[in-house]
């Protein structure tokens, strides 16, 4: 999963088994890989919608170039049960690079290029001419 610019699409499906009672409402809940606690995303925009299955979390404020962990949980009368962890990276793609420069001695071209001034958060991995 990768999360670009400010926003990422998250989405699940209703639990197999509601246990008896059904899911009165979902929770969304953020947090970056190395940290302990889970920060509970939009409560007033999730919470008591038992008829959400997608959500948009604005990422604006999170740094670039992170690796975040999101989970979601179904909620019923008797309690509430979560879903496993998703990781995505945080990125945003890399800012233009300057123009190529030709170098030409007759035999042998030569094109030359600096790096984009911005990677967007993750690193470059190729060019193409």
């Given at each position: 999963?990768?999360?670009?610019?400010?926003?990422?699409?998250?989405?699940?499906?209703?639990?197999?088994?509601?246990?008896?009672?059904?899911?009165?409402?979902?929770?969304?809940?953020?947090?970056?890989?190395g940290e302990e606690s889970w920060l509970e995303i939009?409560?007033?925009?999730?919470?008591?919608?038992?008829?959400?299955?997608?959500?948009?979390?604005?990422?604006?404020?999170?740094?670039?170039?992170?690796?975040?962990?999101?989970?979601?949980?179904?909620?019923?009368?008797?309690?509430?049960?979560?879903?496993?962890?998703?990781?995505?990276?945080?990125?945003?793609?890399?800012?233009?690079?300057?123009?190529?420069?030709?170098?030409?001695?007759?035999?042998?071209?030569?094109?030359?290029?600096?790096?984009?001034?911005?990677?967007?958060?993750?690193?470059?991995?190729?060019?193409?001419?």
């Open positions: 999963m990768l999360g670009l610019q400010s926003r990422i699409a998250v989405s699940w499906s209703a639990p197999l088994s509601d246990g008896g009672c059904p899911v009165t409402s979902y929770h969304l809940y953020l947090r970056s890989i939009d409560a007033d925009q999730v919470n008591d919608r038992a008829y959400l299955r997608d959500y948009k979390i604005d990422m604006s404020s999170y740094s670039h170039g992170l690796n975040y962990q999101v989970k979601v949980s179904a909620d019923n009368v008797v309690g509430s049960t979560e879903s496993d962890t998703k990781v995505f990276l945080l990125a945003d793609v890399p800012s233009k690079p300057a123009p190529p420069t030709r170098l030409s001695n007759g035999e042998k071209l030569t094109i030359l290029m600096s790096e984009p001034e911005s990677d967007g958060g993750s690193q470059i991995i190729g060019y193409e001419l």
